[in-house]
C-alpha cells in the first residue's frame, strides 16, 4: 500500500502490526507487516506529491516485493456536488488529463485512461454493499456513514484550489464525469499496468472541494478524517481480494500487497470465507483469516460445519469484543427421534461450557436445518485484536530451544490440562486438540471451546497430524481422555522438534537445555497404548513441575 501524504500514511500504518521496516534498492524505506484478520503481507511506503514520483515508487516497491495488488490509498479533491466531505471515491478510470495538442484551434483532448479489471471492479461493487465500514473502529465512524462512489477520478501534476482556472475548465470540459481530481493516481496506475499480473485501485478520501476554502476544510481536520476512511475501505476491500492464479514458478512465497499514497452476509450456505461480515439472528461478525482451521468449512456426509474467529460490530459496544464462530448445517430433512442430531450439539456444548467454566456463549441460536454458536474470544484493549494462539510459539522449520518460550508452552499446556480434567470428570473427551485449538489468553491458556466432547467417538474422527492412534481406522479402541492425553504430547513434541509425531520417528531424547521432567512427560503421553499413558491429572502435575524447573536454574550439561 503506498500513501503521497504523511497523514494518509498514518491512516494505514495504524492497523499494521508485527511491522519491520525495509529498504529498497533505490533507499525507498517501507514498513512491512500485517492487518490482524487478514492474510496477506501488506508493505507500506510514502511516495510523496506528483504522478511522477508516485510512478517510480510503485514500479520499484512492485518488482522488489513481487506484489499481488496495488492499493493507492489517501485524500482528493472533490468535483461533484453529491460528493461530500469525508465521502470516498474509488477510482472506475484514472484520467491523465495533461494528455493533448495545443493547435490555433484550442486544446484537443488526448487523455490517457486506466481502467481496473473485471475481478477488482466486482471487489469494489460487492464491498460497497456489504458492510463498507467494519474496519473502521466502532468510535470514529460518523452519525451519518460515508457514501462511496465508484466513478472516475481526473489526476494530473496541478494543485487545484480554484475553480475559476483553466485547468478545472479543462477537466470539466473533457472530463466532466470525474468524481474527484488529485495528483497521483495516474502515475501509480501507469506503473503498475506494467506488470500485468498486478491489480490495481485507487481510493481516495475526500478531503476537499479543490476551491480556496481548503486551509478551512485542513483546519478542520478534513485530511485525517478523508484519509483514515479511504484506508477503512481499502481494508475492506483487501479482505475479499484473493491472490490471482500465476504459475508455480512465479508464484512468490508470500504475497505482498503494496498500498500508495461479495458477498452476503446472510447465515445461508454460501461459505464463509467468501464474504466478511456473517448476520446471525440481528448479530454481526467481522471474520477474520488465520493459520491452520481459524477460518474453515468442512463437509461430512449431510452435515456442514463452518468456523471462525470474529469480531462482534453490532454490539452496541464501542469496544472490541471477539467471538469463536461455530456453525451447523444439516443439508437434509432433519433426523427423526432417536438419531444422532448434529445440531444439537452445538447446543449440548453451551450447556457444557457454562456448567464446567468453559468459554463464555455469546450467542446460541437454531432455527430449520441450522444452528449457531459464538463463544468469547479473549480480547486485549490494547492489543486491537483477537489474541493469537498456540500456534504462534511453535517453531516452524525446527528450531533450537528457547528456554522462556519452552515454559510459555508448557505452562500454558498445564492450563489446558487442568480445563481437560474437569471435562474427564464428567467421562467426556476433547479430541480435537492442536496449535490453534489453544488460546494465549495471558497469564494462562485457555481453550477456544470444548472440541469433540458432545460428539460421540468414532473410527477415523479428528484426521490430521494431531491424530491420536485410537482415532485411527481399525484401532479398536475408543476414544477418551487418553487421547487428550496423548494430544497434548503431540503438541509438546512439536514445540521441541518442529515437527508432529508419527510412526517410525525415533522418539525424542531431549537436550541440553530440556529437562528430564519435559523429556519424561512428553514419552509418557505419546504412548501408543492408551491405557499405559498417565491420565490428565497425573499429566498436568508433571507439566507444574516441569514449568517450575524451567525457572530455576538451567540444568548441567550433559
Known sequence: MLTALQVEYEAVRRHLEDVREDKLPQGTLVDVGQIPGLDWDVALAETGPTNTRAALVTQSTIEYFDAEAVLFVGVAGGLKDDVRLGDVVVARKVYGYHGGRESADGFAARPDVWEPTY??????????????????????????PPRVHFEPIASGDVLLGFRDSETFRRIRRHYNDAAAVDMESHGVTHAARMNRTVRVLSIRGISDFANPDKATYDAEDS???????????????????????????????????????????????????????????????????????????????????????????????????????????????????????????????????????????????????????????????????????????????????????????????????????????????????????????????????????????????????????????????RPGPATDVYQLGALLYRALTGRTPAPGLPAYRGSASVPDSVVHAVAGALREDPGARPGVRALRLALRTAAGELTSVPPPQR
Open 119 to 144: 475481478d477488482v471492479d466486482q471487489l469494489v461493487r460487492s464491498a460497497r454493499r456489504n458492510e463498507p465500514w467494519v474496519f473502521l473502529p466502532p468510535d470514529m465512524r460518523p452519525a451519518t
Open 223 to 477: 485530511k485525517e478524517t478523508a484519509a483514515r476512511h479511504a484506508a477503512a475501505f481499502a481494508l475492506r476491500v483487501l479482505r475479499d481480494l484473493r491472490p490471482a492464479a500465476r504459475p508455480a514458478r512465479e508464484r512468490p512465497p508470500a504475497p505482498a500487497v503494496v498500498v500508495v499514497s461479495g458477498p452476503d452476509r446472510a447465515s445461508g450456505p454460501a461459505a464463509w470465507s467468501s464474504r466478511p461480515v456473517v448476520e446471525v439472528e440481528g448479530r454481526e461478525y467481522l471474520l477474520y483469516e488465520g493459520p491452520g482451521d481459524l477460518l474453515m468449512e468442512s463437509r461430512d456426509g449431510d452435515v456442514l460445519r463452518r468456523q471462525a474467529v470474529a469480531r462482534v460490530v453490532s454490539d452496541g459496544d464501542t469496544r472490541d469484543s471477539y467471538a469463536w464462530l461455530r456453525q451447523v448445517e444439516w443439508t437434509r430433512s432433519l433426523p427423526g427421534p432417536g438419531h444422532f442430531d448434529p445440531l444439537a450439539t452445538l447446543e449440548q456444548e453451551a450447556g457444557l461450557c457454562r456448567a464446567l467454566r468453559g468459554p463464555d456463549v455469546v450467542q446460541l441460536t437454531r432455527g430449520g436445518n441450522t444452528a449457531t454458536l459464538a463463544l468469547a474470544w479473549p480480547g486485549d484493549p490494547k492489543l486491537g485484536r483477537p489474541p493469537g494462539t498456540l500456534h504462534e510459539l511453535l517453531p516452524e522449520p525446527p528450531a533450537p530451544t528457547d528456554r522462556l518460550r519452552l515454559w510459555t508452552i508448557v505452562k500454558g499446556l498445564a492450563d489446558v490440562a487442568e480445563i481437560l480434567e474437569r471435562l474427564a470428570v464428567e467421562r467426556l473427551s476433547h479430541r480435537a486438540l492442536g496449535p490453534t485449538a489453544v488460546v494465549m489468553h495471558r497469564p494462562r491458556m485457555v481453550l477456544r471451546d470444548f472440541g469433540l466432547a458432545t460428539v460421540p467417538p468414532r473410527p477415523g474422527e479428528n484426521p490430521g497430524p494431531y491424530q491420536a492412534p485410537e482415532q485411527r481406522y481399525g484401532s479398536g479402541v
